[in-house]
């Protein structure tokens, strides 16, 4: 790929790079802990890597974290895994989450939305309250530090108030988006052996109800660690027998009570995708989340008391919990629970529009939908207080830049960022002062040694190479649940480069610091030595009115050959003849690469999906490689177990 010099799409003006919370805290930063005064971005990220106890110690003072027992030192062991940060330190995260009360009483926390579109606001003094009645409940049903609590809930309030009351208690949090079935659930919440469920009796989706009463029975029936189980009507239905109501946890008028837990005490658990095996029960800190998100929202999104902050998620991925942490930073955060394209595609800008959001978040996929259903969203929304889109779940292709550009606002700061639920926070992305160059997520992170590594573990730049991170990040997991001698978490980042954490990622490290995500490095296409991440393909190919969406899976073969398919789901009424066929190898010859030139292009009736979403390469590959259905796959975490059946048969078919 060429990186020489090309002209930003966007650029910050000198006014918005003074007033961006990063400058001020550089300024000082510089003052109070050496920092360097001048050279911009650059010079602060060299320092936060370089100095990496000072720059974690600025940070809690420039955001005023609040240790109940103060830290003995910011870093007691550096060595990954199992750096120990802020050792002696106690802290509670939902304290932090619920400051904003103090001083905005009356003004939104929370902004709700559902498919009406009509937002519905829950004040700080509310939510605090609430916080605080339901904090106590869960006391008096004798949960304790560390006991896990679990949600199986959509996007609403009561997520919200269910998961800082758990955190106010010292609890574990954890939870699924009800679109999950009880399989799926079970994998993940039998994993950690939940004391308490909170449940909805269903959801509304697309314009329909989905009860999910029987699911839930199903959950009580398997998770036999329960002591509770708390009813949420969302449907308007009665709790069921031996549940508790939730308005009725939720009515005292009580000021919370923070337990004072230590820095690496569990906050919530979050899973992987798990691909193959059960999924990965992941555990990440209240301290190393609490100052993790100060940075990346405080920081890197320039979020503060005045923005508005929505983010397209369920409960069930890592963004929903990256968007309640807007609270930290005394930000509204809008919680939107239905169908992002309900009643069209174009209904995301039409909520920021409704809800004042100044940073709109979503997905790559939202973006090229509303391009490819040629949404106009700055001629259709009033979206003059979006300052940023920011997108994330796989690479933002160059189209989508270009598209935000022209139709949002020429004046729009385009964020695409990379991070994923092993830190529940971004490696490389936003950064207010930069410039946006098309394709290109600004840099990484402050504190964040981002490197891109040779397969000798050299670093490169402007090459391909694997992404790596060197330091520690305090909110990389504490530890997997269920992995008593560490040998899995280990195995998941460590097993490459020794001490170092390998995220399984092709990325480039431009000559400027911008960084490009090519794809999963395990599925990345290599022919003949060249390697191409499968993002590529998709950008160049997805292009084509014809194609809905693709799947391209490099498979080494026994006699050591490469066989490359492209499977494709067309579009309502598309053909695959000659002259598409012609075109799809014609478009990524000419865009890409003649070596990335499929073997076979075929057509399917459609492309599988983990439950947050991502296109299921790995697993096709090993189905493609002759292993069994049950041993590639983890059935519960796929959209559709009858698509992954028809790669199976292929597989079958030819030997």
């Known amino acids: 790929m060429s990186t020489v010099n090309p002209s930003p799409l966007w650029q910050p003006t000198p006014e918005r790079i003074a007033h961006a919370r990063i400058t001020k805290f550089q300024a000082w930063a510089a003052e109070h802990?050496?920092?360097?005064?001048?050279g911009g971005y650059a010079a602060l990220h060299r320092w936060s890597v370089d100095e990496l106890d000072t720059f974690w110690k600025a940070v809690t003072e420039w955001f005023d974290v609040r240790f109940s027992t103060p830290y003995a030192r910011v870093l007691g062991d550096r060595s990954m895994p199992g750096a120990e940060w802020f050792p002696g330190a106690t802290l509670n995260y939902a304290e932090h989450a619920l400051r904003a009360a103090g001083t905005r009483a009356d003004e939104p926390a929370l902004l709700y939305v559902d498919e009406t579109h009509e937002p519905t606001p829950v004040s700080w003094s509310e939510l605090r309250r609430q916080v605080g009645s339901l904090a106590a409940e869960l006391r008096a049903l004798g949960v304790r530090p560390g006991d896990r609590v679990s949600g199986y809930l959509p996007n609403v309030p009561q997520a919200v108030v269910a998961l800082l009351a758990t955190a106010a208690v010292g609890a574990v949090w954890t939870s699924c988006a009800p679109d999950f079935g009880a399989r799926s659930v079970l994998d993940r919440f039998q994993q950690v052996e939940p004391v308490v469920l909170f449940t909805v009796d269903g959801y509304r989706y697309g314009g329909k109800e989905h009860d999910r009463r029987d699911v839930v029975a199903q959950l009580r029936g398997e998770l036999p660690t329960l002591r509770a189980v708390v009813h949420i009507p969302l449907l308007g239905t009665e709790a069921p027998e031996g549940a508790l109501d939730w308005s009725t946890l939720t009515s005292g008028d009580v000021?919370?009570?923070f337990e004072p837990v230590p820095f690496d005490h569990p906050l919530w658990v979050l899973y992987s995708s798990g691909t193959t095996g059960l999924p990965k029960a992941i555990v990440q800190s209240q301290g190393g989340i609490l100052v993790e998100h100060l940075k990346q929202l405080?920081?890197?999104?320039?979020?503060?008391?005045?923005?508005?902050?929505?983010?397209?998620?369920?409960?069930?991925?890592?963004m929903w919990n990256f968007l309640v942490s807007g609270l930290l930073t005394g930000t509204t955060i809008v919680l939107y629970d239905g169908s992002p394209g309900h009643p069209d595609t174009g209904a995301q800008w039409r909520i920021a529009e409704r809800t004042g959001a100044t940073l709109f978040g979503t997905s790559a996929a939202y973006v090229m939908a509303c391009r490819k259903a040629e949404v106009h969203p700055s001629r259709?929304?009033?979206l003059t207080r979006v300052r940023c889109v920011?997108?994330?779940?796989?690479?933002?292709?160059?189209?989508?830049?270009?598209?935000?550009?022209?139709?949002?606002?020429?004046?729009?700061?385009i964020a695409s960022v990379s991070g994923g639920t092993d830190v529940c926070s971004c490696f490389a992305g936003a950064v207010?002062?930069?410039?946006?160059?098309?394709?290109?997520?600004?840099?990484?992170?402050?504190?964040?040694?981002?490197?891109?590594?040779?397969?000798?573990?050299?670093?490169?730049?402007?090459?391909?190479g694997e992404l790596v991170v060197t330091?520690?990040?305090p909110s990389m997991p504490v530890r997997f649940w269920n992995d008593p001698d560490g040998s899995r978490y280990h195995d998941s980042y460590f097993d490459t480069y020794p001490g170092v954490w390998r995220h399984g990622d092709w990325i480039t490290v431009t000559a400027r610091d911008s960084v490009v995500i090519h794809g999963r490095s395990d599925s990345t296409l290599n022919r003949q030595g060249v390697r191409m991440g499968s993002a590529d393909i998709y950008e160049a190919v997805e292009r084509l009115p014809e194609i809905k969406e693709s799947l391209v899976i490099g498979v080494e073969q026994p006699d050591g050959g490469y066989w490359m398919p492209l499977f494709v789901h067309l579009a309502p009424g598309a053909e695959l003849d000659e002259a598409l066929l012609d075109r799809i190898k014609r478009t990524i010859r000419e865009q890409l690469s003649p070596r990335h030139v499929p073997d076979e292009v075929i057509e399917v009736p459609g492309v599988p999906h983990t439950l947050t979403g991502k296109r299921i390469e790995v697993p096709v590959k090993r189905l493609l490689q002759g292993t069994p259905l049950d041993?590639?796959?983890?059935?519960?975490?796929?959209?559709?177990?009858?698509l992954l059946k028809f790669y199976e048969r292929l597989a079958r078919e030819r030997g």
């Open 432 to 464: 207010p002062t930069l410039p946006v160059y098309i394709g290109e997520l600004q840099a990484a992170g402050l504190g964040t040694d981002l490197q891109s590594w040779d397969a000798s573990g050299r670093p490169v730049v402007d090459e391909v």
């Open 255 to 257: 000021d919370p009570v």
């Open 631 to 642: 041993k590639a796959v983890n059935a519960g975490s796929v959209d559709d177990v009858e």
């Open 380 to 382: 259709d929304a009033d």
């Open 33 to 38: 802990h050496g920092a360097p005064a001048h």
């Open 390 to 413: 920011a997108t994330t779940g796989s690479p933002l292709p160059p189209d989508g830049f270009r598209w935000l550009h022209e139709e949002v606002s020429e004046d729009l700061w």
């Open 471 to 473: 330091n520690p990040m």
């Open 298 to 318: 405080g920081l890197h999104c320039d979020l503060g008391t005045e923005d508005r902050f929505f983010w397209y998620t369920s409960t069930g991925w890592m």
